[in-house]
């Protein structure tokens, strides 16, 4: 990532006698200094191949969408608006979400490690709140282009099968929660790409951990211990379908006396605000600790 634009201003030079002095130099503020670095880091995604693979995989889960639901005539959904959207946009956006961190977040912090270019950073007056702030931002702003983009593919299709006004408040209202949620899987990316110097063990621990770790944790635990997975986030991803009147009882029986879980509207939304801040705190905490050796 170019460093161009940080750096302070060259000393000033005292003028000529009668003259007033050169205004001062001054270094950048933390704000300042992450929102040019958010700007260059984001330029670098976008012109990646890294981008060019997350929008091919929205496409394809776009088309493949499409089809099905071409193929099978609206595959029962279209029905009503929040049948329609609280199946195919609760369903598919949390799977781009999860794509879009492992891509942009998951070699975000350990790749300064690994590549080296944390040597050329640190080597200026920049800070390091700065750098993950900027890489933060950067990534969840590369992340919301890509969910943009499913979202519209999905409009698309619930203009052509239920008209121009299927998109309604009620989605409005899920893609702000969606994009709660985004900053919360965020923060937990950069968690763990803050624990390691290698880039590949990042990824992949973050990979295997949201794709199905989680979900084989949660599964155990409500399962064999029979408590509430609070403390998962993607115990809180069922949340994003709320908002089109579909929110379950908190417990439900099941056969042979089993017992499931769906966390409440405020429970929902309290762990993906407590996600979002805590892990997001702690991966700068372990970032700052880390020595470039």
Same mark, same amino acid.
């Given at each position: 990532?170019?460093?161009?634009?940080?750096?302070?201003?060259? &000393?000033?030079?005292?003028?000529?006698?009668?003259? %007033?002095?050169?205004?001062?130099?001054?270094?950048?503020?933390?704000?300042?200094?992450?929102?040019?670095?958010?700007?260059?880091?984001?330029?670098?995604?976008? #012109?990646? #191949?890294?981008?060019?693979?997350?929008?091919?995989?929205?496409?394809?889960?776009?088309?493949?969408?499409?089809?099905?639901?071409?193929? @099978?005539?609206?595959?029962?959904?279209?029905?009503?608006?929040?049948? /329609?959207?609280?199946?195919?946009?609760? %369903?598919?956006? &949390?799977?781009?979400?999860? /794509?879009?961190?492992?891509? @942009?977040?998951?070699?975000?912090?350990?790749?300064?490690?690994? $590549? =080296?270019?944390?040597?050329?950073?640190?080597?200026?007056?920049?800070? #390091?709140?700065?750098?993950?702030?900027? =890489?933060?931002?950067?990534?969840?702003?590369?992340?919301?282009?890509?969910?943009?983009?499913?979202?519209?593919?999905?409009?698309?299709?619930?203009?052509?099968?239920?008209?121009?006004?299927?998109? $309604?408040?009620?989605?409005?209202?899920?893609?702000?929660?969606?994009?709660?949620?985004?900053?919360?899987?965020? %923060?937990?990316?950069?968690?763990?790409?803050?624990?390691? =110097?290698?880039?590949?063990?990042?990824?992949?621990?973050?990979?295997?951990? /949201?794709?199905?770790?989680?979900?084989?944790?949660?599964?155990?635990?409500?399962?064999?211990?029979?408590?509430? &997975?609070? @403390?998962?986030?993607?115990?809180?991803?069922?949340?994003?379908?709320?908002? @089109?009147?579909?929110?379950?009882?908190?417990?439900?029986?099941?056969?042979?006396?089993?017992?499931?879980? $769906? &966390?409440?509207?405020?429970?929902?939304?309290?762990?993906?605000? %407590?996600?979002?801040?805590?892990?997001?705190?702690?991966?700068?905490?372990?970032?700052?600790?880390?020595? /470039?050796?």
């Amino acid at each position: 990532m170019s460093a161009a634009g940080i750096a302070p201003s060259p &000393p000033t030079i005292p003028s000529a006698a009668g003259a %007033g002095p050169v205004a001062a130099s001054r270094v950048p503020g933390t704000l300042d200094q992450a929102i040019r670095l958010s700007r260059y880091q984001l330029r670098d995604y976008l #012109r990646s #191949r890294r981008f060019v693979l997350m929008v091919s995989i929205v496409v394809a889960i776009g088309a493949l969408l499409t089809f099905v639901l071409s193929h @099978f005539h609206g595959a029962g959904l279209t029905g009503s608006t929040d049948a /329609f959207y609280g199946s195919l946009w609760a %369903g598919g956006a &949390p799977a781009v979400i999860v /794509f879009a961190g492992i891509i @942009f977040g998951g070699d975000a912090i350990a790749g300064e490690f690994q $590549n =080296k270019t944390g040597y050329f950073l640190m080597g200026l007056p920049i800070r #390091r709140t700065s750098v993950y702030l900027g =890489k933060y931002v950067a990534a969840f702003v590369a992340s919301t282009i890509c969910l943009l983009l499913y979202l519209a593919i999905l409009v698309g299709n619930g203009v052509f099968y239920l008209g121009v006004g299927s998109a $309604n408040g009620a989605l409005v209202v899920s893609l702000a929660i969606t994009l709660l949620y985004l900053a919360a899987l965020l %923060g937990a990316v950069f968690l763990f790409s803050s624990m390691f =110097k290698n880039s590949l063990y990042a990824v992949l621990v973050v990979a295997v951990l /949201f794709l199905f770790g989680f979900t084989i944790i949660q599964d155990l635990v409500v399962g064999l211990v029979h408590i509430e &997975p609070w @403390f998962l986030i993607t115990y809180a991803q069922s949340v994003i379908s709320y908002p @089109f009147g579909s929110i379950p009882a908190h417990i439900q029986q099941g056969p042979f006396g089993a017992v499931s879980y $769906n &966390p409440t509207y405020a429970e929902g939304l309290a762990i993906i605000l %407590g996600y979002a801040g805590l892990t997001a705190l702690g991966g700068l905490a372990l970032f700052e600790r880390e020595e /470039f050796t």
